[in-house]
């Protein structure tokens, strides 16, 4: 990463400051980040109408605690690899909040950035283990969020006990570009091709790397009801 691209990697203060936008906030352990991550970033930009992503590489995440899990350095590092350091951006800012759970880090980030409007970007597999957040029920209530298919999940994703709970407050993905300008509780799940990369899958392979890829699947999701 060159100097012009470090400077924008690590402009996002501690403190927060008085910036506006539209941000996508894609947290995780990027043990090791991989195209997957890329892949979502992106789309996320273009579909969401948003202006940034940050890479929010957790310092710990407590589900996952002795899963051979990579320092700190090392997972952020593979991160960076994925970032353009304009439109996707690898942060340690979770690591400097000092925050441990993500109802925590979405509190101080919306304290700290007050004119932002973020949006929560996570797989199907996330909205599985949602009920296993720390306080999920008021995670859901601090900024709306996206949710984007992943192999093997969205069954069970979309029947499982979150997204009954959050039933109510769905939108159609046809609409997701209005997530950041909704109130929460307000989510979506969008259709599309499916990624197969597994970080467990790279580690087991002996790889550590961004660049390490697997083929997409072809197969399509399709949110019941609506075509994509």
Known sequence: MGQHRQAHAFGIPTWGDNRRGRIGLLGGSFNPAHKWHQAIALR?????????????????????AGRDMASFATRLATARQLADGRHVIATDLEARLGTRYTVDTLARLKARFPHVRFVWLMGADGLVSLPRWKNWQALVRQVPFAVFPRPG????????????????????ARQAATLATLSPPAWAFLSGVQNSISATAIRQRGGFDATTDQPATRQRYLVSGERS
Request: no cysteine.
């Open 44 to 64: 996320a930009l273009r579909e969401l109408r948003l202006d940034q992503v940050w890479l929010m590489v957790s310092p710990g995440n407590p589900l996952k």
């Open 153 to 172: 999940q969205n069954v069970r994703a979309l029947g499982g006990l979150a997204a009954q709970y959050l039933a109510r407050w769905r939108i159609p």
